[in-house]
């Protein structure tokens, strides 16, 4: 088993920035994720990270706006999220998994998720 706890989120103006985190407890992971769920609207990938590598994989919407990083003495990921717009408004999701390899965008490859929490950015 693996226990995620996410912090972080809040609420922003439009072109702010935010940083959420994501602790990992359990068992050691191989891959973690962001996940994102708008209002009315299906869940969507942000972004990946695998956990020896440090590949990263970046949801089109963020590239260039949200880096995903790991600590991993911490067994912590990150995702740093700037130049924020209203239409990153959403609860974010962790997800992590210690048998994927890369770090895909497939929601269903991950077999623990947080809480979530929420980010609001305002016009």
């Known amino acids: 088993q693996v226990q995620l706890v996410e912090s972080g989120g809040g609420l922003v103006q439009a072109g702010g920035s935010l940083r959420l985190s994501c602790a990992a407890s359990g068992r050691t992971v191989s891959a973690m994720g962001w996940f994102r769920r708008a209002p009315g609207k299906g869940r969507e990938f942000v972004a990946a990270?695998?956990?020896?590598?440090?590949?990263?994989n970046y949801a089109d919407s963020v590239k260039g706006r949200f880096t995903i990083s790991r600590d991993n003495a911490k067994n912590t990921v990150y995702l740093q999220m700037n130049s924020l717009k209203p239409e990153d408004t959403a609860v974010y999701y962790c997800?992590?998994?210690?048998?994927?390899?890369?770090?895909?965008?497939?929601?269903?490859?991950?077999?623990?998720w947080g809480q979530g929490t929420q980010v609001t950015v305002s016009s």
């Open positions: 997800a992590a998994d210690n048998t994927i390899v890369g770090a895909p965008n497939f929601a269903s490859l991950y077999h623990y």
């Open positions: 990270i695998g956990w020896r590598t440090g590949y990263t």
